[in-house]
């Protein structure tokens, strides 16, 4: 049995990486999607890209940074599939990086904005149509980065990161009457554009440390991060909510 049947969740970040793949396993696993980013195009292609597998795709391009863009898709959700059962909000960037004294306020606010106040955003909008239905499942992308590990030159991905768990927490016990269970996963290195090995202009030793930092000695694929996603998303978690679940090939328990 699929195990999102008859389930509609909404993506955020799914024009790449862990948020596309995510889009794929759950449309694979029954579920209808509501898929976002800012790239249109990428989006489309995605849709295509389940429909050819047997699934449907609503899709809406914006900024996870307006309000709007969440009142929008719930709406989107419940119009076009008749509700909204689980929430995978993914989207994220680095964003400002380097020594403290080099971080403008405006790069830690379009940080803090994108991984941080996005989330909030998206569950003020979620909420109230999850709890129409009934109850089921919101998943934040955290990181392993600012709850097990501490980086040099990172500072508001790792504030950003961390006060997702801090949300998560809050509404773990906010909402868990009304059956809506909230959790943070945390991915480790994963083989997108997001990661410190790919970004343009890293040293080619990069990637051999990044590895390094993981008890698995390698990055991970961004679809065994979806299949963390998906567990969140599924009854087969449904007694798990409030948790930070790590999926990070062991990098937060690593010391040599
Ligand atoms: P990715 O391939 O770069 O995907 C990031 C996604 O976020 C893209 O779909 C991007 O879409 C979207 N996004 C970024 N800024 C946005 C904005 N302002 N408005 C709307 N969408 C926006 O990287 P990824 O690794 O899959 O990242 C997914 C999540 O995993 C992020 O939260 C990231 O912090 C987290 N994470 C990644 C790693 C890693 O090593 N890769 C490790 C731990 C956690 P558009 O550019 O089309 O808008």
Redesign the pocket.
């Known amino acids: 049995m699929p195990r999102l049947e008859g389930k509609t969740a909404i993506i955020?970040?799914?024009?790449?990486?862990?948020?596309?793949?995510a889009a794929l396993l759950f449309a694979r696993e029954g579920a209808k999607v509501v898929v976002?980013?800012?790239?249109e195009n990428?989006?489309a292609a995605l849709a295509e890209e389940i429909a050819a597998i047997g699934g449907e795709a609503a899709i809406l391009?914006?900024?996870?940074?307006?309000e709007s863009?969440h009142e929008a898709l719930t709406k989107l959700a419940v119009r076009r599939f008749g509700g909204l059962d689980a929430a995978f909000n993914?989207?994220?960037?680095?964003g400002a990086m380097g020594e403290i004294s080099s971080i403008s306020a405006e790069g830690w606010r379009e940080t803090l904005?994108?991984?941080l106040t996005?989330a909030f955003l998206a569950a003020k909008y979620q909420v109230p149509a999850i709890a129409a239905g009934g109850g089921g499942s919101i998943t934040f992308?955290?990181?392993?980065?600012g709850h097990t590990a501490g980086f040099a030159g990172v500072a508001a991905?790792a504030a950003s990161?961390a006060g997702l768990i801090g949300l998560v927490q809050s509404l773990a016990v906010e909402l868990g009457a009304r059956g809506i269970r909230v959790n943070a996963l945390?991915?480790?290195?994963?083989?997108?554009?997001?990661?410190?090995a790919?970004l343009p202009g890293a040293a080619p030793e990069t990637r051999g440390f990044?590895e390094g930092l993981h008890a698995l000695k390698r990055?991970?694929r961004?679809e065994e991060?979806a299949e963390a996603a998906l567990y969140l998303a599924s009854d087969g978690a449904s007694f798990v909510t409030g948790s930070a679940l790590l999926a990070?090939g062991g990098a937060s328990v690593t010391r040599v």
């Open positions: 955020t970040g799914a024009s790449s990486g862990i948020g596309r793949a976002t980013a800012r790239n990428a989006l391009a914006g900024d996870v940074r307006d863009l993914n989207a994220g960037v680095l904005d994108t991984n996005s992308t955290s990181s392993f980065v991905y990161k945390l991915p480790g290195g994963t083989d997108t554009p997001a990661n410190f790919n990044v990055i991970a961004p991060i990070d």
